[in-house]
Nanobody, 120 residues
Framework: QVQLVESGGGLVQTGGSLSLSCAAS????????MGWYRQPPGKQRELVAT???????NYADSVKDRFTISRDNTKNTVYLQMNSLKPEDTAVYYC??????????????WGKGTLVTVSS
């Protein structure tokens, strides 16, 4: 029905940059909030950033002024630009979207995740 496909993860040195993207596809009537979460090794999944359909943005304190979330509603895609990366940013990054599917209730959907590794 609905798929979220992330791309853009990889290995980068401390201080470097990476850009993630996540495209939603399927029988979509409407996408509400979209966002990025991450799960560092051995830790729980945590919020990175969210963006509503009208562009309101929320960031975790740990990434403010370093990461930028954006979305293209014409492409059902959300992006995460990550600058000044630190080793503690190492994690699997997951895309999340709150989506209304045709003939079904609104629900949260998740991508499979993309690994970001920041070397010291």
């Amino acid at each position: 029905q609905v798929q979220l496909v992330e791309s853009g993860g990889g290995l980068v040195q401390t201080g470097g940059s990476l850009s993630l993207s996540c495209a939603a596809s399927g029988s979509i009537s409407r996408i509400n909030a979209m966002g990025w979460y991450r799960q560092p090794p051995g830790k729980q999944r945590e919020l990175v950033a969210t963006i509503t359909s009208d562009g309101s943005i929320n960031y975790a304190d740990s990434v403010k002024d370093r990461f930028t979330i954006s979305r293209d509603n014409t492409k059902n895609t959300v992006y995460l630009q990550m600058n000044s990366l630190k080793p503690e940013d190492t994690a699997v990054y997951y895309c999340n979207a709150n989506i209304k599917v045709r003939l079904r209730p609104t629900n949260d959907y998740w991508g499979k995740g993309t690994l970001v590794t920041v070397s010291s």
